[in-house]
């Protein structure tokens, strides 16, 4: 796991005071932090919120996109219906939906939409068939482009397809917004002049390929590029701050912080982790070896091993999880955490952590102010009832 660069506030920051009375494992957010973060975000941005559409899969709560909004950033990007939802009540005011759209869910979206015409809502399409789903609603459309994912989209090389999809869009009735470009591998290049380097590649494409459109009559309103790990890149890129279009960066973890984008991030960004998670020690079934309640059910697993790191102890080494345990190797001469003693862990992965939890705990100078409800987790039902 990538070591974090930013200077981490020390644990005491986190300690709730009256610990004794949370039952564990438990999602933990810090208010204060999260308004730091998103101040941070949009100080790196130049003071402008409206160049930020944070992919709120990683938010969840309506108790932190409302932050999010009471700070001016109001256009977001989302992947859910109920995401949708919540980012909508939250007061955000543009909201594309950053996934590709099929079936039921089209309708669903299409619902949605006609619901709240007094917000902006828009979709991804890659090709005819997606468009002609669109066609009769007030929903606007983004082309989705493969910037090297090899997950969703058009290839940035196939520009005649593109064009060729914008005039579907606009002979369909409907409006096109502009290209959506998701670099989230550059997250391999560890070193952020490598990084930095090769995402300016893909960018200077997506240039060419604003040009292309612009040849062809076709104007291109905004594009959306950069997650986290890709985040300093699009900042760098001087042609994006120039452009005649809107140019949004989309990272959205960095309003709680993890483990990873912590270590990806230049040091003078300033991030804190914002949302931990509290676990109990519950087993010593080794000699430099203890057990808490922090398994993969609590703590996501996806991105790898160790899930997480224990803030304020980086001597303790978490191994691979299962279900419901957490077992952590102390090396010989370290303290051993006692049985019952709690751990506050910063994960490797937040999003899909925030997403495991019904509930979090807001903590605010050592004391739970309140208790929010995980708002957008999972999904609406799949068919109505």
């Not at 709730?16 to 932090?33: H, Q, R």
Request: glycine share 8%.
């Amino acid at each position: 796991m990538t070591a974090p660069k930013q200077a981490l506030a020390p644990l005491d920051a986190y300690r709730i005071t009256d610990i004794e009375s949370v039952m564990t494992p438990a999602l933990v957010i810090y208010p204060k932090i999260v308004e730091a973060n998103i101040a941070a975000t949009i100080r790196v941005l130049g003071g402008d919120p409206n160049r930020w559409r944070p992919h709120v899969k990683t938010s969840k709560l309506g108790f932190v996109m409302r932050k999010l909004t009471e700070q001016g950033v109001v256009n977001v990007k989302c992947a859910t219906t109920l995401e949708l939802q919540t980012a909508a009540a939250a007061g955000a005011t543009d909201i594309l939906v950053a996934y590709p759209m099929v079936g039921a869910n089209v309708r669903r979206v299409r619902e949605l939409a006609a619901a709240m015409p007094d917000k902006r809502i828009s979709a991804l399409v890659e090709n005819a068939a997606q468009v002609k789903a669109w066609e009769g609603s007030n929903i606007s459309l983004f082309i989705d482009l493969n910037g090297g994912m090899d997950r969703t989209g058009l290839e940035q090389e196939r520009s005649a397809e593109v064009v060729a999809l914008a005039q579907q869009i606009e002979a369909a009735g409907l409006v096109f917004r502009g290209l959506h470009y998701y670099d989230g591998h550059m997250s391999k290049y560890q070193d952020l002049a490598t990084r930095e380097v090769m995402a300016h590649q893909g960018y200077d494409q997506l240039m060419q390929l604003v040009a292309a459109l612009n040849s062809a009559g076709l104007l291109v309103e905004e594009v959306i590029t950069s997650g986290t790990p890709a985040f300093p890149c699009a900042i760098s890129y001087r042609p994006f701050a120039d452009a005649p279009f809107v140019h949004r960066a989309s990272p959205g973890t960095m309003v709680y912080g993890d483990a990873t984008s912590l270590g990806q991030l230049p040091e003078d960004y300033g991030f804190q982790p914002a949302a931990v998670v509290v676990s109990a020690v519950v087993s010593h079934p080794a000699a430099q070896r203890v057990t808490c309640d922090a398994g993969h059910k609590a703590v996501s697993a996806d991105a790898g091993i160790p899930t997480c790191s224990v803030l304020g102890h980086s001597e303790l080494q978490p191994h691979k999880p299962s279900e419901e345990h957490l077992p952590i190797d102390v090396p010989a001469g370290a303290t051993l955490p006692a049985v019952g003693e709690y751990l506050y862990l910063v994960p490797r992965h937040v999003c899909p952590t925030v997403n495991n939890f019904d509930y979090a705990l807001l903590v605010e100078n050592g004391k739970i102010t309140g208790v929010e409800r995980v708002t957008a987790r999972g999904r609406e039902a799949p068919v109505a009832i």
